[in-house]
């Protein structure tokens, strides 16, 4: 009679888990018996996308990365709409929200992030929401086609790519950020304000410097009051002020957390019988938010759960992109520089372009490109590779077609 196979069980529905039991399934297709557990009620999604199911550029079937079909043809037992609420970690069982009891030999942990809600007087208003799941995109979409005001807190990636997809659905838009630039952990001055330019062009109203005091109401969000005194009109209130490590599960059952779950090289935790992956994750006194890093420790936990385990999660540097129809921007590595580093610039206000290499010791180790985002990826390949650019530095400006010659291509 056959062993009975390992039971793996999977915390989290998401991008980061899903992933790994893909990258599990390529490597040891039969290993584990698969059990996975997710608070929302739906297959896989790629939340990267949610941008665009706002804006009405995708509908939810064409986000979806695994449908229901897929965990039934890989024998993969899926608890949607179920959150685990436990961990017994001495017993190894979880048991989730409707009181389902499974025990595991292995246990995944990917339950991602929360949005961070500003402790705002009114900020527990209805009308006020987030911006991480289908759900807040129905609210959203609830919420255009009855009102007529919104208003996003966070100039970041996510805060500009919702106020883009109300502005599509009809909505007058009003973007508050706390500082003058715009997506400051990807872009500097110039092209935050080239960016805000684009923007206000859209109809978006931008209001940068902006500290929100208080959001207020009868019943419901009906506008925002700033430190200056002004008003801003609003029946939708949307923030986008970053993320946090969603570890509160794993510090009920006093898994080594400090922002976030605590793993080692082989994304495992400190007890040998849980990994973690994604934005639930700290390693190396680091926490993620980008999908690059994200894959990457995926494809490393999935060799360790797999018995190959040979890889090692290194951080590495990370690319964006925004994604606003109409608006190229990319950047990477280190684009604000400092001590030792050079700026190669190339401004063309009349054609919106602008690019920004930052080079040290005959290196890129950033780039900013607005206006013209094709040679991102190329001049990403540079960042990493540490490549001498040394023969191609006066056109590196102008991209890899005019520095082929040379043949210094990453």
Same mark, same amino acid.
């Given at each position: 009679?056959?062993?009975?196979?390992?039971?793996?069980?999977v915390?989290?529905?998401?991008? &980061?888990?899903?992933?790994t039991?893909?990258?599990?399934?390529?490597l040891a297709?039969?290993?584990?018996?698969i059990?996975?557990?997710g @608070?929302?009620?739906?297959?896989?999604?790629?939340?990267?996308l949610?941008?665009?199911?706002?804006s009405?550029?995708? !509908?939810?079937d064409?986000i979806?990365?695994?449908?229901?079909?897929?965990?039934?043809?890989?024998?993969?037992t899926?608890?949607?709409?179920?959150?685990?609420v436990?961990?017994?970690?001495r017993?190894r069982?979880?048991?989730?929200? #409707?009181?389902?009891?499974?025990?595991? $030999?292995?246990?995944? *942990? @990917?339950?991602?992030s929360?949005?961070?809600m500003?402790?705002?007087?009114?900020?527990?208003?209805?009308?006020?929401?987030?911006?991480?799941?289908?759900? =807040?995109?129905e609210?959203?979409?609830?919420?255009?086609?009855?009102y007529k005001? @919104?208003?996003?807190?966070?100039?970041?990636?996510?805060?500009?790519?919702?106020?883009?997809?109300?502005?599509?659905?009809?909505?007058q838009?009003?973007l508050?950020?706390?500082?003058?630039v715009?997506?400051?952990?990807?872009?500097n001055? $110039?092209?935050?304000?080239?960016?805000?330019h !684009?923007?206000?062009?859209?109809?978006?109203?931008?209001?940068?410097?902006?500290?929100?005091?208080a959001?207020?109401?009868?019943?419901?969000?009906?506008g925002i009051?700033?430190?200056?005194g002004?008003?801003?009109e609003? $029946?939708?209130?949307?923030? &986008?002020?970053?993320?946090r490590?969603d570890?509160?599960? @794993? #510090?009920?059952?006093?898994?080594?957390?400090?922002?976030g779950i605590?793993?080692?090289?082989?994304?495992q935790?400190?007890?040998?019988?849980i990994? &973690?992956?994604?934005?639930?994750?700290?390693?190396?006194?680091?926490?993620?938010?980008?999908v690059?890093p994200?894959?990457?420790?995926a494809?490393?936990?999935?060799?360790?759960l797999?018995?190959?385990?040979?890889?090692?999660?290194?951080?590495?540097?990370t690319?964006?992109k925004l994604?606003?129809?109409?608006?190229d921007?990319y950047?990477?590595?280190d684009?604000?520089?400092?001590?030792?580093t050079?700026?190669?610039?190339?401004?063309?206000?009349?054609?919106?372009?602008?690019?920004?290499?930052?080079?040290? =010791?005959?290196q890129? *180790?950033?780039?900013?490109?607005y206006? $013209?985002?094709?040679?991102?990826?190329?001049?990403f390949e540079? *960042?990493?590779?540490?490549?001498?650019?040394?023969?191609?530095?006066?056109?590196?400006?102008?991209? #890899?077609?005019y520095?082929?010659?040379?043949?210094?291509a &990453?």
């Amino acid at each position: 009679m056959s062993e009975p196979r390992p039971r793996l069980v999977v915390i989290g529905n998401g991008m &980061a888990g899903m992933r790994t039991v893909e990258e599990l399934l390529q490597l040891a297709p039969g290993l584990y018996d698969i059990t996975v557990f997710g @608070a929302e009620p739906y297959g896989n999604y790629n939340r990267i996308l949610l941008s665009l199911l706002l804006s009405g550029e995708k !509908n939810t079937d064409e986000i979806m990365l695994n449908t229901r079909e897929w965990y039934t043809e890989n024998g993969i037992t899926l608890h949607a709409g179920d959150p685990v609420v436990a961990i017994d970690r001495r017993r190894r069982r979880v048991r989730s929200h #409707k009181g389902v009891d499974v025990p595991y $030999d292995r246990l995944l *942990i @990917a339950t991602g992030s929360k949005p961070f809600m500003l402790p705002l007087p009114g900020g527990d208003l209805p009308g006020v929401i987030g911006f991480r799941g289908i759900d =807040d995109v129905e609210q959203m979409l609830q919420a255009a086609s009855t009102y007529k005001h @919104a208003a996003v807190i966070g100039g970041g990636l996510l805060g500009i790519e919702a106020a883009n997809g109300l502005l599509r659905r009809g909505m007058q838009v009003t973007l508050l950020h706390r500082i003058e630039v715009l997506m400051e952990q990807q872009l500097n001055a $110039d092209a935050s304000r080239l960016l805000s330019h !684009n923007l206000k062009a859209r109809g978006l109203n931008v209001l940068l410097n902006a500290q929100t005091e208080a959001l207020y109401g009868d019943g419901r969000v009906e506008g925002i009051a700033l430190a200056d005194g002004s008003r801003i009109e609003a $029946d939708l209130v949307v923030m &986008a002020v970053g993320v946090r490590p969603d570890i509160a599960l @794993a #510090k009920s059952c006093s898994l080594h957390c400090e922002r976030g779950i605590v793993v080692d090289d082989t994304l495992q935790t400190y007890d040998p019988h849980i990994y &973690a992956v994604g934005e639930c994750v700290q390693h190396r006194r680091l926490t993620f938010g980008l999908v690059a890093p994200v894959w990457e420790q995926a494809r490393v936990c999935a060799s360790h759960l797999a018995r190959v385990g040979h890889r090692r999660y290194r951080s590495t540097k990370t690319a964006t992109k925004l994604k606003v129809s109409g608006i190229d921007l990319y950047s990477a590595g280190d684009f604000i520089g400092g001590d030792g580093t050079e700026d190669l610039v190339l401004r063309d206000p009349r054609r919106g372009i602008y690019k920004r290499l930052v080079l040290k =010791d005959n290196q890129i *180790i950033g780039a900013v490109l607005y206006g $013209d985002v094709k040679d991102g990826g190329w001049y990403f390949e540079l *960042i990493q590779s540490g490549t001498d650019i040394t023969p191609i530095r006066d056109r590196l400006l102008f991209g #890899k077609h005019y520095c082929q010659p040379a043949e210094v291509a &990453a």
